[in-house]
């Protein structure tokens, strides 16, 4: 009687808790892990699957334990990891719903600068790929800017508007050359902007939201079409480098700080080329307002969704 209750303690056991709790330990870990790094699904497909998981994780319990249990425990460890994989499609789900809501939030909240530029809140790089890329554009937009306003100073280009200063600093007529530079620099940046708004769409084009937030963040984000802005900084540029060449020929005299000229046909190029630039500086204005009335629009839409 002894040895067979010996040879019964060093057999194999069941262990259906175990196997069950170590199921439900893997399905938890999924829902946790699964939005990060997969695509959004329907809420049906990611339960079935979630459910598919829990019988898979079943079966392996089986194999290494479940078998040797009763009926009972058998039958209840399958409803159970079948229950927990459903409930663990739910919330991967409601974690794609959540994510959902917090990456339109930062459109939602965008607030503008004096000279009508776009601010995000501090956390919009952390809410979401698409605000990480809008955050980043935003940024680099600002930083180029800045280089290309910085390029004009350090030309001179104010001293083409004024004899007294172009008096006192007449290289800058000496230069007109650098000019085209400058408008390399142009170019360069409306390409990293076009570069930076076609990422901002495929992230667009992938993020789990319906159709009328994607168009509203589009319009915001990456909008499309011709780039406005330079055009426009190029026609500041020809006209200002058709001035430099004028200015450069001496023919003008300082006239109660006014530009005078000796040559009537100089007087009237020189009228037509600064008609020239302030319609181009004009134009440049416009499209900062209206890029500011178009995000606000679309800023609205985004909002109404949200709510």
Known sequence: MSDEYDAELGGPHDHPVIAALAGCVVLVAATVLVPHFLPAQPQMTLVGTGVAAGFALWLIGFVVTTRLSSLGWKAGSLAFLLAVGALAGYLTHRQYEAGGREDPSSFAEIAFGPQGNPILPRDAAGRGAVSRLYAEAVAADASERRDYDAAL?????????????????????????????????????????AERAEAIGKAIDAAAFDAPMKEAIRTIAAPGGADGRLASQ??????????????????????????????????????????????????????????????????????????
Do not use: H
Not at 177 to 188: K, M, N, S, V
Not at 238 to 260: I, M, P, Q
Not at 279 to 291: L, Q, T, V, Y
């Open 234 to 307: 190029l026609a500041f540029l020809d006209g200002t480098a058709e001035l430099c060449a004028l200015l450069a020929k001496r023919s003008w005299y300082n006239a109660n700080a006014y530009f005078g000229f000796n040559s009537g046909g100089d007087a009237a190029r020189y009228k037509a080329l600064q008609a020239k630039r302030a319609e181009a500086a004009g134009a440049s204005e416009k499209i900062d307002k209206d890029a500011m009335a178009r995000i606000k629009a679309a800023q609205e839409q985004v909002r109404a969704a949200l709510s």
């Open 153 to 193: 100073a350090k030309f001179g280009v104010g001293n083409l508007s004024s004899p007294y200063l172009l008096a006192q600093n007449p290289q800058t007529i000496a230069r007109c050359g650098d000019l085209a530079g400058i408008r390399t620099l142009a170019q360069e940046q409306a390409g990293k902007r």
